[in-house]
Nanobody
Framework: QVQLVESGGGSVQVGGSLRLSCAVSGRNFNRYTMGWFRQPPGKEREFVAAMNKNDDSTHYADSVKGRFAISRDKAKNTVDLQMNSLKPEDTAVYYC?????????????????WGQGTQVSVSS
């Protein structure tokens, strides 16, 4: 069983930065592709970023490319999301996710494991 716990959310002004972290408990962390999703107010959950377990390649939604960066620390079993140049439309609950099988189509795959979410609010 894998458990994911997010931290680092909060309120920030437009143009600011936040760093989210996801602590992963359980075995075989390196066998999981890790990702971040978000759910804006009144909208469906959407893909944000992923790091492929096989080659550590990173993949991003177009809306965050160049502003967000996903990284993982295999020694600490954590995966982070650095968010820069934040915009009001980045306001959402952000979720960490993990899956041992996904290798493409990250936004369409049904991920196995999810965290409880952390709120990010960007104000102008």
């Amino acid at each position: 069983q894998v458990q994911l716990v997010e931290s680092g959310g909060g309120s920030v002004q437009v143009g600011g930065s936040l760093r989210l972290s996801c602590a992963v408990s359980g075995r075989n962390f390196n066998r999981y592709t890790m990702g971040w999703f978000r759910q804006p107010p009144g909208k469906e959950r959407e893909f944000v970023a992923a790091m492929n377990k096989n080659d550590d390649s990173t993949h991003y939604a177009d809306s965050v490319k160049g502003r967000f960066a996903i990284s993982r620390d295999k020694a600490k079993n954590t995966v982070d999301l650095q968010m820069n140049s934040l915009k009001p439309e980045d306001t959402a609950v952000y979720y960490c996710a993990g899956d041992p099988w996904v290798s493409s189509e990250y936004g369409k795959h049904h991920w196995d494991y999810w965290g409880q979410g952390t709120q990010v609010s960007v104000s102008s």
